[in-house]
T-cell receptor, first 114, second 114 residues
């Protein structure tokens, strides 16, 4: 397995534009996390899916953020409209909830909103 | 919800010395405590983990201890080497449950001086 795959690796966009980040979890994993990493706030959990169902989205900062998981092999995190304070590295991670517990991270998407 | 506090935020040691990073958690139901290492520009990767039915676990130069009563756990790195320089994150979750979201501490930047 190639591991958790995120795209794009880098995204530069203008304020007000819509941004969509993509994630393909490890095949067979049934839990997926979206995290945002900044120097000030560390690794913040945004949303957590289990069996494609959003279990906890209390970390989603505002209504501008939305996430979907239409099937077991794909998830998106959308920001609309984007703002400069959304600039961060966004990580997706997946795990098997009844397994070892280890979460495997993707390479991350570095988002810059100018 | 779960809250994880991590200290110190930065740690500088001489090569060969030991390093200790400490974390506390708030949810007594948490039962899985992993430690992740993140090198500059890379994804976080699991280095060691411990479950609540164990008090200590070792893997070569690294060890983790858990005090369930006090709700704190620590990472110990002995005989540090320059390649140990990275950001270390502790985390806590209620693994193997449908609410098994993984919450991270703020991170500790470890610098090992040659």
């Amino acid at each position: 397995d190639a591991g958790v795959i995120q795209s794009p690796r880098h995204e530069v966009t203008e304020m007000g534009q819509e941004v969509t980040l993509r994630c393909k979890p490890i095949s067979g994993h049934n839990s997926l996390f979206w995290y945002r990493q900044t120097m000030m706030r560390g690794l913040e959990l945004l949303i957590y899916f289990n069996n494609n169902v959003p279990i906890d989205d209390s970390g989603m900062p505002e209504d501008r953020f939305s996430a979907k998981m239409p099937n077991a092999s794909f998830s998106t995190l959308k920001i609309q409209p984007s703002e400069p304070r959304d600039s961060a590295v966004y990580f997706c991670a997946s795990t098997w909830v009844s397994g070892s517990g280890e979460a495997f991270f993707g390479q991350g998407t570095r988002l810059t909103v100018v | 919800g779960e809250n994880v506090e991590q200290h110190p935020s930065t740690l500088s040691v001489q090569e060969g010395d030991s390093a200790v990073i400490k974390c506390t958690y708030s949810d007594s139901a948490s039962n899985y405590f992993p430690w992740y290492k993140q090198e500059l520009g890379k994804r976080p990767q699991l280095i060691i983990d411990i479950r609540s039915n164990v008090g200590e676990k070792k893997d070569q130069r690294i060890a983790v201890t858990l005090n369930k009563t006090a709700k704190h756990f620590s990472l110990h790195i002995t005989e540090t080497q320059p390649e140990d320089s990275a950001v270390y994150f502790c985390a806590a979750s209620k693994s193997s449950s449908n609410t098994g979201k993984l919450i991270f501490g703020q991170g500790t930047t470890l610098q090992v001086k040659p």
